[in-house]
T-cell receptor, first 112, second 113 residues
Framework: EDKVVQSPLSLVVHEGDTVTLNCSYE??????LLWYKQEKKAPTFLFML????IEKKSGRLSSILDKKELSSILNITATQTGDSAIYLC????????????FGKGTLLTVNP | EAQVTQNPRYLITVTGKKLTVTCSQN?????MSWYRQDPGLGLRQIYY???????DKGDVPEGYKVSRKEKRNFPLILESPSPNQTSLYFC????????????FGDGTRLSIL
């Protein structure tokens, strides 16, 4: 059965700290892994990682895919209170271009 | 502005009273999907649609129906809602497939009493 596991489930840090969020997956025919950020409402897309694009960066956020370890990390440096959100990892299910499995998310709280 | 619009945003209703949550996107996307989000369970896929008149079950389809008569619209129907369908529902769309960035609606909070 395809699985996506995120850790930790929640994390509290102070502004300025660096955080690392983890996502491990077990899916057949891996194609890509997607990261989303969910504040109060809709999840918004952050990054997509594939076999040909294993590292992405945008400002203080970066993400790396480790195909050997079947995992990905999302790094946030110099955290700000606006980074407080649920971070979701999702992997398209093996054998399908249309099914998507999400991890349970990591709730990040950044305190001033 | 590119967007996915869900209605209603909030609904409190009673067991057994049929309801429809509408979803519309203005990006000419082929792929649309419904998810429910529950504490401790994360986002789970209910149904998805690859294109007009083509739909299929996700992980938790029981108690739900969908239709895709037009490209822009993908309504979620609860024919006989029950309390275990109380949840936060999201509609999303992407260009063609699930392994592409999806745009999400703002969510519909449904309470079934």
């Amino acid at each position: 059965e395809d699985k996506v596991v995120q850790s930790p489930l929640s994390l509290v840090v102070h502004e300025g700290d660096t955080v690392t969020l983890n996502c491990s997956y077990e899916v057949t025919n891996f194609r890509s892994l997607l990261w989303y950020k969910q504040e109060k409402k809709a999840p918004t897309f952050l990054f997509m990682l594939t076999s040909s694009g294993i590292e992405k960066k945008s400002g203080r956020l970066s993400s790396i895919l480790d195909k050997k370890e079947l995992s990905s990390i999302l790094n946030i440096t110099a955290t700000q209170t606006g980074d407080s959100a649920i971070y979701l990892c999702a992997v398209p299910r093996g054998g399908s271009n249309y099914k998507l499995t999400f991890g349970k998310g990591t709730l990040l709280t950044v305190n001033p | 502005e590119a967007q996915v619009t869900q209605n209603p945003r909030y609904l409190i209703t009673v067991t057994g009273k049929k309801l429809t949550v509408t979803c519309s996107q203005n990006m000419n996307h082929e792929y649309m999907s419904w998810y429910r989000q529950d504490p401790g369970l994360g986002l789970r896929q209910i149904y998805y649609s690859m294109n007009v008149e083509v739909t299929d079950k996700g992980d938790v389809p029981e108690g739900y129906k969908v239709s895709r008569k037009e490209k822009r619209n993908f309504p979620l129907i609860l024919e006989s809602p029950s309390p275990n369908q109380t949840s936060l529902y999201f509609c999303a769309s992407s260009v063609q497939m699930s392994n592409q960035p999806q745009h999400f609606g703002d969510g519909t909070r449904l309470s079934i009493l």
